[in-house]
């Protein structure tokens, strides 16, 4: 499994498309957050470069496993190589596991640019902090690449596309990706897997602590996405 995972990484981060979309698009939408709502404070006293550095980092980290993982799965099951790798040793849960695994180590990019990118704009972070972000919104990130598994067993491959960047874009635009979510829709939000991604950073405001409510969340969504991907692939299975 080892190996499938270390061939999975090394094809994603080969990838033109993904190093564009993923890493480099969501540091140049720093820049225009930043630039759109200037350099104060929101509400609560969390800093504008501080909010959109995080956002901006879940967006690139949701977007790397989400249309990593879900078409290249659908693709694969179009051409064939799943069923190939059915004939093999290798068992199926241990070919989902991967998948989930190599899609999230390949959010630390996405996530660690735009850090790097918020420290030259002036976010001051403590190390612990610094180091503290980082490790939840890359471990939160396995919420999506289950749930990326997940649609690309759901869907056909000529609507894998569309299906991801829909989720993709509805989660983020609930989720307090493009701007703070307040009042009856920050309740709604509650139920949206990438606000609570985003609320992982709570811990840097301020008096403020890790987000426990955000963690039992997401824990309950991975718990749920990978469920679904398992039956999914069974059905794959029972259907080859």
Known sequence: MTTLIRLEIMRTLRNKRYLLFTVLYPALMYFFFINAYGTGELAGGLPVKTYFMVSMATFGAVGAVLTGSAQRISLERASGWVRQLRLTALP?????????????????????????????????????????????????????????????????????????????????????????????????????????????????????SLDLVAVAGLAGFLVVFVAAAAALYRRDTRQA
């Not at 989660?171 to 979510?181: D, E, H, I």
């Not at 139920?191 to 811990?203: E, I, M």
């Open 92 to 208: 199926g849960r241990a070919y989902t596991l991967a998948k989930i695994a190599a899609s999230a180590v390949t959010t630390l990019p996405a996530i660690l640019v735009v850090f790097a990118v918020g420290a030259t704009q002036g976010v001051r972070l403590g190390a612990g902090q610094w180091i503290g972000l980082a490790v939840a919104l890359w471990l939160g990130s396995f919420v999506f690449a289950a749930l990326g598994v997940a649609l690309g067993y759901a869907a056909a491959p000529d609507s894998v596309q569309t299906i991801v960047m829909i989720t993709y874009m509805v989660m983020a635009l609930f989720g307090g990706t493009w701007f703070p979510v307040t009042g009856t829709l920050r309740t709604i939000a509650h139920v949206d897997p990438v606000y609570l991604y985003n609320s992982l950073a709570g811990f840097t405001r301020p008096g403020h």
